[in-house]
C-alpha cells in the first residue's frame, strides 16, 4: 500500500481546509485508514479513522463536529474536510493505513502542512 497525501496549507481561524491521500491498493476493503497530526514539539495524536468498507468511522473528541472524513472507492481517495479550523488544529497531518484487525498501522503516506492563522 503507498499513501500520497496532499491538501494542507494556511488558512485563517474558521477557515476551511480538505487534505487528500490517494491510496494505492487491490482490496482496499479490507483496511481501515486514518488521519493523524503532530504539532511541534508534541506527540503524534489521531485524528480521524474511516474502515473502508462499510465506511464506519470515528473522530478525536477535539475535531468532532468540526472535521469529516470519507472515501471515494472509484478515485481509492480519502479525504479529511476541516471545517472552522482553530489555530490549535496546526500540525503536519498524515494519512495511515492498517489491515481490519491490525494492531497498529502500517504504512503512512508523507505528511502535509497545516498552518491556522488567529
Known amino acids: 500500500v503507498q499513501l500520497q497525501a496532499s491538501g494542507g496549507g494556511l488558512v485563517q481561524a474558521g477557515g476551511s481546509l480538505r487534505l487528500s491521500c490517494a491510496v494505492s491498493?487491490?482490496?482496499?476493503?479490507?483496511?481501515?485508514m486514518a488521519w493523524f497530526r503532530q504539532a511541534p514539539g508534541k506527540e503524534r495524536e489521531f485524528v480521524s479513522s474511516?474502515?473502508?468498507?462499510?465506511?464506519?468511522?470515528a473522530y478525536a473528541d477535539s475535531v468532532k463536529d468540526r472535521f469529516t472524513i470519507s472515501r471515494d472507492n472509484a478515485k481509492k481517495t480519502m479525504y479529511l474536510q476541516m471545517n472552522s479550523l482553530k489555530p490549535e488544529d496546526t500540525a503536519v497531518y498524515y494519512c495511515?493505513?492498517?489491515?481490519?484487525?491490525?494492531?497498529?498501522?502500517?504504512?503512512w503516506g508523507q505528511g502535509t502542512q497545516v498552518t491556522v492563522s488567529s
Open positions: 495511515a493505513a492498517q489491515v481490519h484487525g491490525a494492531t497498529t498501522y502500517a504504512w
Open positions: 491498493g487491490r482490496t482496499l476493503a479490507r483496511y481501515i
Open positions: 474511516i474502515r473502508w468498507s462499510p465506511g464506519t468511522t
